[in-house]
């Protein structure tokens, strides 16, 4: 074959360089490589929510005293022993005994207290505090060096649960700037940070879990998904993570697998014409969502809620609209009989890269809305600009106007999507609606069955009666996991990577 | 050059130039090619657009990256895009938009940059330093800062992203110009035209002009592929053409996540950006053989 | 004195630039929205505003800016929460070697195939380099950079897919980065040697004897170095802004890269820390454009 020869020929060519550099591969002995889209900007303990963050800190070098079991959602004990509710603002975490901080600091309750004032600090944000813990103020009080008793200001009837986003890190650590060296309980420590090129971790000897098989890991980033796909192909890399659909070619390496993310249109409800629940329905319907799914991965499926199933509240008998151009153009000829405005220009904020196609999706609805005479305007933004419409006050307040999202609801509780995204003084929100504002405060403040159901109604409410949204998919991830290793990505895998989760094949 | 030098008849010494002009064009075969190219283009925007712009928008999945065929038509003769569009209806369409935004920025940075080039070049003094520092400041402002304060202050429009494509390849023309010309007015036949009355502006028509325009003309036609792909770059910003308008250089773009798998939804609209700076290139080396005062008396009516 | 009057100049065109960059970068937007999670409160972005002294007057800002920079001080990241000038020095030396050897690379090669084209014009030589090196320069260079990666690396695997190390990790990087420099090189050289070459000087050239090698390569090669330096000082501007589809796409922790983050990111302190050290080096390489071309044609005069 002509691509043999060519092959030989170059080779020749450039062995003389062959003889001074050669391709950085990571086969040596229980190391593994990690191509990650991002550099971390930081190695904050405190702001490891952040996920360039969290995919090299979480469970690798700082671990949080509880955390959700992938496989069911449930709170399992990391550093946490055992806990229980004293009463509805206070809970008891038993501290798990004989451990200690990569730098020989013991873990005990101080060392939590330290971790969660941490939090607190004033100098930087800490999006962990700020993004999943809302407003509510936590406070740590020592009852034994293995026991602590945290009180939160207002009801938090699943505290364990908001806990697993905190991570311990030792209170021996500076509180200036976002660190570059954090230290933690976990099974690796930081080994070296080159500045735009690489990270290594090194095992600890010595760990109070299950020894790790893995004994150096290193992470790289690349920004290009189909460069990180073939590291990989190439073995310069075990682990491509978040690779397109398009790259996600071979099914022995590629991984698909959902990863928390669910996308919607939002709409502004309180606009002419999509203040008419008909034109909101027109606009569903008028989407065969089912054909466009290869622009995003061919595993996505379609959503009728903003949170994914095995989250509590998730309602699986709501069932998605069916592709309708007719039914959508007669739903719109009624509107326009009562006198909606169905034909005024009706404007679609969106981001380029705010998912894998993003832009594609959005022309593709596009086409297909004006099929059905909706005439659509996309205006793409900037991460920075699209914001701002993300946010109330919404700019433009009097234009029709559909924002283009996507949200993680991070916890697996209803409670961190519902009252942000659809409350009428949700910061997010664009709907307006006593009897789902109802529900929210019905279900935030309840725990067990009557929670769940209170969230269900709301989600039933605003996907049926009020078609709040252009509901779109429940997103899938794909990772590429070479065979040197034996590892499956789950639904964590977009937070954190634990590499002691990682097997060394043989 | 050795095909213009045979023996020229005077028959028609009024349009002579003209004549000739066209004559040493239709001799330069890849001159010729080129401008035949430019011209089809022209239709394509024009005449094109307009009967292939229903294909080059609608939706069709079932075509979706789909590899170049016949059948259908000649619809798919280059392959579907990322959302089953005809690539070739799109090129034919969105050449009008491409052409459009790219000449007109090429322009103004053309003549802009010329102009105060010109004058750096020729007058020293305070003025000229402003002009040269600004453009200091102007080359190392990052165009993204440009595209984004653009943004802001003015709004997104095509004529906004026209000055941004603009504003950041001013410098070069400029810098080029001033460089010659500070080595043109030290020549010869330039003092010898001042010391025999010639006025500035005169000197500046007929001896530095036509000296400086080939390597002024090879510089635009390049740009002409940096000013499509800087377009598309700048669209996620929301400055760019918006859908569902385009330009060759947003077909690019949208390809490039389907490199490996479907080749064809950037190379065609790659290739389109390539021929027609090709093409530009040709042309402008022909145009520096009709403009080098060296040949010009091969192209106008001899004086007695 | 005129070199004393230029450097004046040239610092005052530095603090236009960064006094420029100071305020037109914040009408870019409110840092609030990429820095605090979506669901942040009004009262957590005015908390947010007044931490980092959004919260004053520009003026005010502006003036506390130029103060800290007299005492060393450039600012502090948002995003990654240490000094400014930090990232940037960091990320500047990897963008320097890459443009210098680029640069390098681009000019020999230009300058040869150039010559080579000029030598017979419209001869089939000519027309190959003139279509090779213009179908180069006009190629999308990410669409260049990813397809080399899938040939080199993933079809015949000689060479690394990315990353920055031993001279095989350069080769993908410079070809890509040196696409366009050497396209519009080849055009110049060829231009002005074509003039040169019929130009009388050389002809006396040729009549006394001289080799043609020694006529192109030094009689007539003399002639085209003005337009080159101009044309490729222009480029070298335009490697050190940082070339970011480069550093992307093979992973090299370029400034380009870090000035586009920034900018997007509404980083403002990394802004001006990144204009900054690129704009120093930009102006110096002005200056020595404008000493080369003293230099070479010692009768042109600048203020």
């Keep these: 074959m002509t691509f043999q020869h060519l092959r030989g020929a170059t080779a020749l060519g450039l062995i003389l360089f062959a003889l001074t550099g050669v391709p950085v591969a990571a086969q040596s002995t229980g190391a593994v490589t990690i191509v990650l889209p991002e550099e971390p900007p930081s190695l904050e303990p405190c702001d490891a929510k952040h996920s360039s963050i969290g995919r090299v800190v979480i469970r690798n070098i700082t671990e949080p005293l509880t955390r959700l079991d992938p496989s069911n959602g449930e709170v399992i004990p990391v550093l946490a022993t055992e806990w229980n509710q004293i009463d509805t603002d206070t809970w008891r975490f038993k501290l798990r005994e004989g451990v200690t901080f990569s730098d020989g600091t013991p873990f005990d309750a101080k060392a939590v207290i330290a971790a969660f004032t941490r939090l607190d600090r004033t100098d930087m944000v800490c999006n962990t505090k700020q993004q999943t813990l809302g407003g509510i103020d936590l406070t740590v009080t020592e009852i034994s060096p293995t026991e602590v008793e945290i009180t939160s200001s207002k009801p938090s009837p699943i505290l364990p649960t908001m806990l697993t986003v905190v991570q311990m890190s030792s209170p021996s650590m500076e509180v200036k700037g976002a660190s570059r060296a954090p230290i933690g309980t976990g099974p690796y420590a930081l080994g070296t940070w080159r500045a735009g090129q690489d990270i290594t971790l090194d095992r600890l000897d010595g760990y109070w879990g299950d020894a790790p098989q893995v004994a150096k890991a290193t992470f790289v980033w690349r920004s290009e998904s189909a460069v990180r796909a073939a590291m990989v192909d190439q073995g310069e890399a075990d682990v491509a993570l978040i690779i397109a659909a398009t790259d996600a070619t071979n099914p022995d390496i590629d991984f698909a697998y959902p990863n928390g993310e669910t996308t919607r249109l939002r709409i502004n409800t309180s606009t002419a014409p999509l203040n008419d629940v008909r034109v909101r329905k027109a606009l569903n319907m008028a989407l065969d969502l089912d054909a466009l799914k290869p622009i995003v991965g061919d595993e996505v499926t379609r959503a009728e809620q903003l949170v994914p199933p095995n989250t509590l509240g998730y309602d699986a008998d709501l069932r998605p609209f069916a592709y309708d151009p007719a039914g959508a153009k007669a739903l719109l000829e009624e509107a326009k009989a009562d006198g909606v405005p169905v034909d005024t220009q009706i404007d679609l904020i969106g981001r380029d890269g705010i998912y894998v196609g993003a832009a594609e999706m959005l022309q593709a609805m596009q086409a297909m809305w004006a099929e059905v005479g909706l005439n659509v305007n996309i205006r793409m933004f900037d991460t920075g600009n699209w914001l701002r419409y993300q946010n109330r006050p919404f700019p433009e307040p009097n234009v029709p106007m559909l924002g283009q999202d996507q949200h993680d609801n991070l916890l697996g509780d209803a409670s961190f999507t519902l009252f942000n995204k659809y409350d009428s003084d949700g910061v997010n929100s664009g709907l307006w609606d006593e009897e789902v504002d109802k529900l929210i405060a019905t279900g935030e403040n309840t725990t067990g069955a009557e929670r769940e159901t209170a969230f269900k109604q709301a989600f039933a409410r605003i996907h049926d009666d009020l078609v709040a949204d252009v509901f779109m998919y429940h997103m899938v991830g794909y990772t590429r996991v070479g065979p040197r290793v034996d590892w499956k990505p789950t639904i964590a895998a977009n937070s954190e990577i634990a590499i002691a989760d990682m097997k060394l094949a043989e | 050059m050795s095909q213009i030098d045979h023996p020229m008849t005077m028959a028609k010494p009024a349009r002579a130039s003209t004549s000739r002009i066209l004559g040493s064009l239709i001799q330069d075969r890849p001159a010729l090619a080129a401008c035949a190219f430019l011209i089809l283009l022209a239709f394509s925007a024009t005449l094109g657009a307009a009967l292939m712009a229903p294909q080059a928008t609608g939706v069709n999945m079932a075509m979706r990256n789909a590899a170049p065929q016949l059948g259908e038509g000649f619809a798919y003769l280059l392959g579907g895009d990322n959302l089953g569009r005809s690539v070739l209806a799109r090129l034919v369409t969105g050449a009008r938009t491409t052409l459009g935004i790219a000449t007109a920025a090429v322009l103004c940075s053309l003549t802009i940059g010329a102009t105060l080039g010109l004058f750096v070049g020729l007058r020293q003094g305070l003025m000229s330093d402003i002009i040269m520092r600004l453009t200091d400041v102007i080359m190392s402002f990052p165009a993204l800062l440009t595209a984004l304060i653009v943004l802001y202050l003015l709004g997104p429009s095509p004529v906004n992203l026209v000055i941004v494509l603009a504003i950041t390849r001013i410098p070069v023309y400029l810098r080029t110009v001033r460089a010659e010309v500070l080595e043109l007015r030290r020549r010869p036949f330039v003092n010898a035209a001042r010391a025999m009355g010639a006025s500035e502006g005169w000197i500046t028509r007929h001896h530095l002009l036509p000296l400086v325009a080939p390597t002024l003309l090879t510089i635009a036609s390049v740009d002409f592929a940096a000013v499509i792909i800087a377009e598309s770059g700048l669209s996620f910003l929301g400055l760019g053409i918006q859908p569902p308008n385009f330009t060759w250089g947003a077909m690019v773009a949208a390809g490039r996540p389907y490199i490996a798998q479907a080749w064809w939804v950037t190379f065609f609209p790659g290739l389109a950006i390539m021929l027609t700076t090709l093409s530009l290139t040709l042309l402008s080396n022909w145009l520096r053989l009709v403009t080098d005062p060296n040949q010009r008396w091969r192209f106008t009516r001899s004086e007695g | ?303």
């Design chain 3, 1 to 303: 004195m005129a070199i004393f009057k230029r450097s004046l100049l040239t610092l005052l065109s530095l603090v236009i630039l960064l006094v420029l960059v100071f305020f037109l970068s914040r009408l870019t937007g409110d840092p609030s929205y990429l820095f605090l999670p979506v669901n942040a409160t009004p009262e957590a972005r005015a908390a947010f505003a007044a931490q980092n002294g959004f919260d004053q007057p520009l003026m005010v800002q502006f003036l506390r800016y130029v103060g800290d920079v007299f005492t060393g001080e450039f600012g502090t990241s948002l995003r990654q929460q240490r000094p400014a000038i930090d990232v940037a020095l960091e990320a500047f030396p990897v963008t320097l070697k890459l443009a210098a050897v680029t640069l390098a690379i681009a000019i020999a090669a230009a300058v040869v195939a150039g010559s080579l084209a000029a030598y017979r014009p419209r001869g089939l030589v000519d027309r190959t380099i003139g279509v090779t090196s213009l179908a180069g320069a006009s190629a999308p260079d990410f669409w260049v950079a990813i397809t080399l990666v899938l040939v080199f690396s993933v079809g015949l695997e000689i060479l690394p897919t990315s990353g920055m190390g031993g001279p095989l990790t350069w080769i993908l990087p410079v070809i890509v980065l040196g696409l366009r420099p050497f396209g519009l090189l080849v055009q110049v050289v060829r231009g002005s040697m074509i003039a040169a070459l019929s130009a009388p000087y050389t002809k006396t050239a040729r009549s006394k004897g001289a080799s043609e090698g020694r006529v192109i390569f030094v009689h007539a090669l003399r002639n085209s170095t003005l337009p080159v330096i101009t044309v490729a000082g222009d480029i070298a501007a335009s490697l050190i802004n940082g070339a970011v589809i480069v550093e992307t796409i093979f992973g090299w922790p370029g400034i380009g890269g870090v000035m586009i983050n920034a900018i997007l990111q509404r980083d403002f302190a990394v802004i001006q820390a990144t204009i900054l050290v690129t704009a120093i080096a930009i102006l110096i390489l002005n200056i020595g454009i404008d000493l080369l071309y003293r230099f070479l044609d010692p009768r042109v005069r600048f203020a």
